[in-house]
């Protein structure tokens, strides 16, 4: 449990950053995850080829939102071709829970890095979950 | 066992010694296991059965002229046989041996529905479906053209049956549960049927949460087809039964073609077995087989009657202590009236992942999610759902220790 949910993830689940929409985005992207209905939805706003403004909603565990949280902070500046980049690892790293041993919950920390790829590649040419 | 209807305490700790996974620590706790609608445990003489097999009679069935062989095929069919006694079947010929509801299901899609279903045909199922008994539904209907129809629920999760005569117009089969998964609900099958019956539709029954629970006698419910899981009525998985009435299944196609179901087959043509061989193709799940008959007669040797009264019993402590659990809703049948242990609720807006993950770190194994019925969900307008669920080994303490972990569930995450 603890192992599962440190102070970070419940404190950037209760409170998450870059949480709402933006007003006319450059992309939107939204991905589920069919086995437990978890939802995210991506704002950009990009300038120059740099992501200049992020913002997600959606619904679903713990994880799945605080990973997502943490990752739009990870993206506010960065360059979109870093941003195509971004590796499952990396995002891993941020959360810092031991989940490479849990095919379920992997998938809920993914869906964000999974929506932004969706938004950047665009639908039908975004890695699949493996090769995130 | 003493011969009182329910469980006491002391048959309540017997029969959990029987069940060797039951003893072991799970996350530094004793394993409360409250998933048994998805897979129940086995207890240790269905375990050792299986073991028994692979090492003293292993050989295929109906086909060696040799000791082993004939020892194998004496114990399979014989477990057909206790199959067939434990659901008052007429004769053993109606039970076949498939893997599972759903492949039981997809046999009398396949096989009666495409020799039987026209455009515009129509199936009636009902909201609370599991999607095993839905998509292969669908499935039918895209290759017939014929119509699905559905059952809506009440504000309590139970049947709405006021216009089913009028529903049951043009209908050919009806296609229910017996009790859902996710809510619990025991549907009234026996009134049902006789009423499709007399639209003249047939009936076939999901008996995946009622046959590991309660008595079920096809003869007394008078429905047409029956589908159940071994692996949920502490039987291995790989293992599961569609009965259906004789004089139907001798009407009806083969589903899977191969060897085991053919009388004489030349290069072009071929003429099939006698029911049920017909519809076992290939060599089966031999002593997955054998040892659901030995769960049979474990679950007999208790009693059918006395595991639903006990199940009841607990579930009605349940729905009292949960109703204590701040922010926590419930749903379906708010009562143990015609429901089933299957308990599904929201804590508040915690998500079901959250709450079966705090659980778990109580050593409490719940499911999470929309449990295969997300027409259901979507109609009780939530995303996913935890679930907890009885059987025959559970008890009022495992209730009070998900209590205690669900309160500081809600704690952790409120």
Redesign the interface.
Known sequence: ?DD??RELI?EH?KHPHNHGRLEHPDISAEEHNP?????IRLDLRIEHDVITDVRFDG?????SQASASMLTDELIGMPVEEAKRFSKERLLDLIGIPLAHNPV?IK?ALLALKTLKAGLYGVGHAPDDDDL | MTSSMTLDQFDILALRREFPILSQPMNGKTLAFLDSAASSQKPRRVIDCLEDYYRRYNANVHRGVYRLSEEATFAFERARGKVARFINARSQREVVFVRNTTEAINLVARSWGDANLREGDRILLSVMEHHSNLVPWQMLAQRTGAKLEFLSLDGEGRLVLDHLDAQLQGVRLVALTQQSNVLGTINPVAEIARRAHAAGALILVDGAQSVPHMPVDVQALDIDFLAFSGHKMCAPTGIGVLWGRRALLEQMPPFLGGGSMIKVVSLHESSYADVPARFEAGTPAIAEAIALGEAVDFLQEVGMARIYAHERELLGYAIDRLAGVEGLTIYGPQTTEMRGGALSFTLEDVHPHDVAAALDSEGIAVRAGHHCTQPLHAHLNVPATTRASFYLYNTAEEVDRLVVALDKARNLFG
């Open positions: 449990m599962l949910y419940l689940y086995l437990c209905g978890d939802r619904r679903g565990c713990a994880i919950r809920c």
